[in-house]
């Protein structure tokens, strides 16, 4: 039985659709989970305790149980464990991205300065501190300008700035933000970094690929049908694929393969994140890890064979990891797509309604709401989650959205104002 290690994070969504697939494909799954290493097996799924914040010891940690467990491929779910995988790929002599590769493309500025040196085009950036001369900063910048902290992913704490008073807003914003427990923890030298860049006119788009020892196959091309112009930049509808000429549809190719190559990423999953204006692709991100959060269930796959299989993500990038050759696995023909139901205001969940009514909506193939009863609801730019996601399919892009909107204004939602906490003082 062939063993995969996966690094993920102990709340990931896709934990258990890889475990679910790893049990179909005939996989030994090991988890490697970011974790206290004293708890005996808290979540009782044998998972190797490792941190994420500290790269050296858990690729020791990793190596070392290889060498009594042997290991033939190895996937990360999520940024942080990118690097780390890469390292162990690298210490067991087995395809995968590069450490350094995945850390460049994990980093935005990293990331923007390699896409710049390729020639490939890219917005104009300046990295600063979160406790820079905001007024002096903004004397030098050109708006509407974007501010991005480096190492965070999903939109958090992304923010559009057309002049100076938001800009100084902004700041003042982040700096609040970068003292949440979760970042602080990380221990990131990067983590108190902003790369302040101008923003991209044009239509958002995303690419799901697989590199196979330098050569790009492209999974799926997901249009975004909302505009994403700010002041945030909050993710809710992905379809695939999208409704684009032949030319544009291969010049985002093109560009995402020659982004991947000047990263330095050769083999594993790769999703891409594109703006397009016109004929012109300017690349946003190369990620070394698949789509994130219950997205991927959007996604199945086929040999295009009469009663042949039908796989989803998990069970493909499963394949790909044990050496299996998945040129010959294509998208389904059907299109489909995913709602990431969006948090409206900041509050203390409570319940979700019409659920049913959402779920009858033709062409909706289910709806999951992944938020906890009595959950403090962060929007963006502060939030890092959704209300929970809605799936569908249909003949085409557009019939998979309207399915998606109609089942989302079925659904009602009761968020509580947050009580604030006061303490009071005695003598």
């Not at 941190?51 to 779910?77: M, Q």
């Not at 489909?336 to 779920?359: H, T």
């Amino acid at each position: 039985m062939p063993r995969v290690l996966l690094l993920a994070t102990t709340t990931g969504y896709q934990t258990r659709s890889f475990g679910e697939s790893a049990e179909r494909l005939g996989v030994d799954l090991i988890f490697a989970t970011d974790r206290c290493h004293v708890l005996e097996d808290p979540w009782s799924d044998r998972a190797l305790p490792i941190r994420f914040a500290d790269e050296d010891w858990s690729t020791y940690t990793l190596l070392e149980f290889a060498k009594t467990t042997p290991i033939d491929g190895v996937l990360a779910v999520g940024d942080r464990p990118t690097v780390i995988a890469g390292h162990v790929l690298e210490g067991l002599g087995l395809p995968g991205h590069a450490a350094e590769a995945a850390r460049t493309a994990r980093n935005k500025l990293l990331s923007r300065t390699r896409l710049r040196a390729a020639s490939m085009r890219v917005p104009f950036f300046h990295p600063v501190a979160v406790d820079t001369d905001v007024q002096a900063l903004a004397e030098v910048i050109p708006f509407p300008a974007v501010l991005k902290p480096l190492v965070l992913s999903g939109s958090r704490g992304v923010v559009r700035v057309n002049n100076r008073e938001e800009l100084v807003a902004a700041f003042y914003r982040l700096r609040s933000l970068f003292q949440a427990p979760d970042i602080r923890g990380a221990r990131d030298e990067s983590s108190e970094m902003i790369l302040v860049e101008g923003f991209i006119e044009g239509h958002e788009y995303a690419v799901e690929a697989v590199m196979s020892h330098g050569a790009l196959k492209v999974l799926a091309i997901f249009d975004k049908p909302d505009r994403l112009d700010g002041p945030f930049f909050e993710e809710t509808i992905y379809v695939t694929p999208p409704v684009i000429p032949p030319q544009v549809e291969a010049a985002i190719v093109s560009a995402v393969a020659q982004s991947a190559f000047a990263l330095g990423l050769r083999h594993g999953p790769i999703h891409a994140e594109c703006r397009v204006l016109g004929e012109d692709v300017w690349m946003l991100e190369v990620a070394a890890r698949p789509i994130g959060g219950l997205c991927a269930r959007s996604l199945r796959f086929t040999r295009n064979e009469p009663g042949g299989p039908v796989i989803s993500l998990e069970e493909l990038l499963l394949r790909h990891a044990i050496g299996e050759r998945v040129d010959a696995w294509s998208r389904e023909s059907t299109a489909s797509g995913v709602m990431m139901i969006p948090i409206p205001r900041r509050g203390v969940f409570r319940r979700a309604a019409g659920l049913e009514q959402a779920r009858a909506v033709c062409g909706v193939d289910d709806v999951r709401i992944t938020a906890k009863t009595d959950q403090l609801l962060l929007p963006l730019p502060e939030g890092a989650s959704y209300l929970g996601f809605i799936f569908a399919r249909g003949q085409d892009a557009r019939a998979v959205e309207r399915a998606l909107r109609e089942a989302h204004a079925r659904l009602r939602f009761t968020i509580d104002p947050e009580v604030p906490v006061v303490q009071s003082h005695h003598g």
